[in-house]
């Protein structure tokens, strides 16, 4: 594939002046994002997990339904970020109901950005025009790893030293891989002991050519956000292309990339101009129901608007190698996202076999748990490798996923890099300890509608990071 230019308007560097040095944290600037997202907003659907709860989730005889879901958070996280840091008022209509959606958008207000929860479920956010308001208090990232990487390189190279936490969770989560390349560009990051809490001592940077050791959606945004305010070409190059949701949205607000097979580069600086903008519906989240789907001959699924960006659906090409039924229709771009309509029905003799490795176990990264989870109900048994990243998500994924298949009686073999689950097994209803993981919740969820008896999800409060409406809308298509 040769080079391709993303088109907008370059600024020239002398429209863009420096960020004046504030002195004195914003006066409204709250100690806490999610203090000031409790108070204002209470109605906002993405419950912060104080407590723990269980649900109790029985065996289903079928999945039948039209759903339309709440959006992508990987595209929220970005509009949310991007809206903020832009000039101008954008207006983001079926944005995530996530609670980590709701951690960048408090983040990006204790930095100044003005945010808006409209009733209709869309949110309008007031951008600080490519200065941020330095606050002496900790951003509090909450659950989202999405939320610290990507705003790390939107704050190096600010004016300001920036302090940045996160729940149990997060500060066990390696945050090594954004310190290199930043520190590269010139900026300081002191974290504790390879974690957070880290803190960012922002300023002018240099442009780099980096190529990345892990495949990293966020990190890659993370360098491009701080090429986007620094002179010169910053160029990421990656083995494996991840999701690219920031190169589309950089480019719907404005921005100008180029980018080749294997790398993205951007000029900077270059400033934002706000959008409005729908955000396509989550295909992670639907995951959960099209694999449900998957299990039951007979069922019939349909998800309207949902995003389809060729990044993040390889899900639908593994379902139709297991030998699901899966159609695509009325498609269209949105943002220079795909969104279209999904079809899916399970084909009478059930689901065959499949091995998921290299490039295609990155791009599933977040879809392995539920894959993993439905192996032992197809005939011929699921098989993932390459998926080291899995053991330093929200949890070890691996290692939870492996101690809820046996829970539930299956039998699995537990690789450094994966998982092999045999198929033509029968499980049994068991507690499952979701380590407070959204998406281990709701992979056992699904497993849970074809074991014999109930199954008892523990945190199952978890899945409101990504998906608070997940168990309603479950209890919707499950024919029981
Ligand atoms: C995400 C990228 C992935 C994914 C995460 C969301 C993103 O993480 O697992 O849920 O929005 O960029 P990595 O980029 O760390 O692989």
């Known amino acids: 594939m040769g080079n391709h230019e993303l088109k907008g308007p370059l600024h020239p560097v002398s429209d863009l002046a420096p960020c004046p040095q504030f002195l004195f944290p914003a006066p409204n600037s709250l100690p806490h994002g999610h203090d000031k997202l409790e108070s204002e907003f209470t109605s906002?659907?993405?419950?912060?997990?104080?407590?723990?709860?269980?649900?109790?989730?029985?065996?289903?005889?079928?999945?039948?339904?039209?759903?339309?879901?709440?959006?992508?958070?990987?595209?929220?996280?970005?509009?949310?970020m991007l809206g903020a840091f832009a000039q101008g008022t954008s207006r983001f209509t079926n944005f995530s109901t996530g609670a980590d959606c709701a951690s960048t958008l408090s983040c990006m207000e204790a930095l100044g950005a003005k945010v808006r929860r409209m009733e209709n479920g869309a949110v309008e956010v007031t951008g600080v025009g490519g200065c941020v308001t330095p606050t002496d208090a900790p951003l509090n990232c909450g659950n989202s790893g999405s939320t610290m990487r990507m705003i790390s390189g939107l704050l190096a190279p600010q004016q300001g030293s920036f302090t940045l936490t996160g729940d149990a969770s997060l500060s066990r989560r390696p945050m090594g891989r954004i310190q290199k390349p930043l520190e590269a560009m010139g900026a300081r990051l002191t974290l504790t002991e390879g974690h957070a809490p880290l803190t960012i001592?922002?300023?002018?940077?240099?442009?780099?050519?980096?190529?990345?050791?892990?495949?990293?959606?966020?990190?890659?945004?993370?360098?491009?956000?701080?090429?986007?305010?620094?002179?010169?070409t910053t160029t990421v190059r990656e083995a494996v292309r991840t999701r690219d949701h920031s190169e589309l949205a950089l480019q719907a607000f404005g921005a100008r990339l180029t980018r080749t097979a294997d790398a993205v580069s951007i000029a900077g600086p270059q400033k934002l101009h706000a959008i409005d903008a729908a955000v396509p519906g989550d295909i992670s989240s639907a995951a959960f129901f099209l694999c449900a789907a998957a299990l039951f001959p007979g069922s019939s699924l349909q998800l309207e608007s949902l995003g389809l960006n060729p990044t993040r659906a390889a899900l639908l090409d593994v379902l139709t190698a297991l030998g699901a039924h899966v159609s695509v229709l009325d498609l269209e771009e949105k943002n220079a996202e795909l969104v279209g309509t999904v079809r899916i029905s399970s084909p009478d003799e059930g689901l065959g076999s499949t091995t998921i490795d290299g490039a295609l176990a990155a791009q599933l990264i977040d879809e392995l748990p539920v894959l993993a989870a439905i192996g032992p109900y197809t005939r011929g048994g699921i098989r993932i490798r390459d998926a080291q990243e899995l053991r330093v998500k929200e949890?070890?994924?691996?290692?939870?996923?492996?101690?809820?298949?046996?829970?539930?009686?299956?039998?699995?073999?537990?690789?450094?890099?994966?998982?092999?689950?045999?198929?033509?097994?029968?499980?049994?209803?068991?507690?499952?300890?979701?380590?407070?993981?959204?998406?281990?919740a709701m992979a056992f969820s699904v497993a849970a509608l074809r074991a014999g008896g109930e199954t008892l999800i523990q945190g199952a409060e978890s899945v409101a990071i990504s998906f608070p409406e997940f168990f309603h809308l479950l209890d919707g298509i499950a024919e029981r």
């Open 44 to 80: 906002y659907g993405a419950a912060l997990h104080t407590s723990t709860e269980e649900r109790i989730i029985r065996p289903a005889k079928n999945v039948t339904g039209f759903l339309r879901l709440p959006g992508d958070k990987s595209i929220s996280h970005r509009y949310g």
């Open 201 to 232: 001592a922002g300023g002018a940077l240099k442009a780099i050519d980096y190529t990345m050791p892990v495949a990293s959606a966020q990190v890659k945004t993370c360098i491009l956000l701080a090429g986007l305010q620094t002179a010169g």
């Open 395 to 440: 949890s070890d994924r691996i290692a939870l996923t492996v101690k809820n298949l046996r829970a539930m009686g299956a039998e699995v073999t537990e690789f450094e890099d994966g998982l092999d689950v045999p198929g033509g097994q029968k499980l049994h209803g068991a507690a499952i300890d979701s380590g407070s993981d959204h998406r281990i």
